[in-house]
């Protein structure tokens, strides 16, 4: 049955449209990692890296990831503290928990091969219904849309389609309108066209619809409008959060870092100890004491200023070298390191950009 906004559209347009966007797709496709076969793991695991993370960024973690989890048994029986590593840096860190709770599953009680119908695949813990529709037409077959923001963007400018794409129910109206568009002879190609037309061609701002293979099917196009499409109703300001953070060593060679709470925002992850924002660098110091119960001799200026967004809030962390004058036992999850043994533990981004900033002052000094 088809949605409102494909109820004018004939078989035959509806054939020249596929044909259009997947021979442009075969002649004009980047060749990327993931792409090199359609095994269910691998287009899995490309999928949730690519969730609101860009294909430039994903390439080296992906071939990473593929070195030392070749098959899907060696992903989900790794440790916790190995796969935070190896997706240290991308950000967003309940993918790859998830990721390897849903390959366990299918590893332990269903003879690791990942299910092939709809209902199968978004049982497992993770898989929304962007993946389960990546991963059903790319690597079974399966005539079932996947729709991100750059399938979102393209065929709402080719329909018209002016809801919010910031709502949820937004989203079954284009899973509504793709369904009688999606080629079912070649779902995989189909899905893919659409996501490369999205990221090479039909651009948020200025899309190149003179190039464009679909401009003749496209009504935003017709009444140049392309770019007020997708409908995206701003967001809420963010909260903006205000942090000191010490880099702090004890001797020569070690250094003391924290391991964040097992729950909530970079679970798990490791960072140096942090506090709220002081007045001035005796507050500050007195902030380390109570709460990580280390009595510190600081420089008396920050080395670097870090700014970190969020999708909800922003980290403004200023950067501090201290060293350890006394410390004494807390609750906190605290240990020290080496800069060897700190090699093997998974620091979130700003952390990683703090680290960068004191090696850097320390190779000039």
Known sequence: MRSKYTMEWKNEKIVAFRSALIDWYEENKRILPWRENTDAYRIWVSEIMLQQTKVDTVMPYFERFMSWFPTMKDFAEAPEERILKVWEGLGYYSRVRNLQAAMKTVVTEMGGVVPNDLEGILALKGVGPYTAG??????YEKPEPAVDGNVMRVISRILEIDDDIMKQKTRKKFEAALYPLIDPEK???????????????????????????????CEAHKVGKEESYPVKVKKTKVKRIF?????????????????RPETGLLANLWQFPTVDLAENNEAMKLAFLQKYGIELQMESEPITHVKHIFSHLIWEVD??????????TTELKTKTVTKAEMEHLAFPVPYQKMWQAFLKEETIQ
């Open 319 to 328: 950067v501090f070298v201290a060293q350890a004058i006394h410390t004494q």
């Open 187 to 217: 779902p995989g190609e189909f899905n893919q066209a659409l996501m490369e037309i999205g990221a090479l061609v039909c651009t948020p701002k200025k899309p190149m619809c003179l190039v464009c293979p679909l401009q003749d099917f």
């Open 134 to 139: 990546a991963v059903l037409s790319i690597a």
């Open 243 to 259: 942090l000191s953070s010490a880099i702090v060593k004890i001797g020569e060679d070690k250094y003391i870092i924290e391991q």
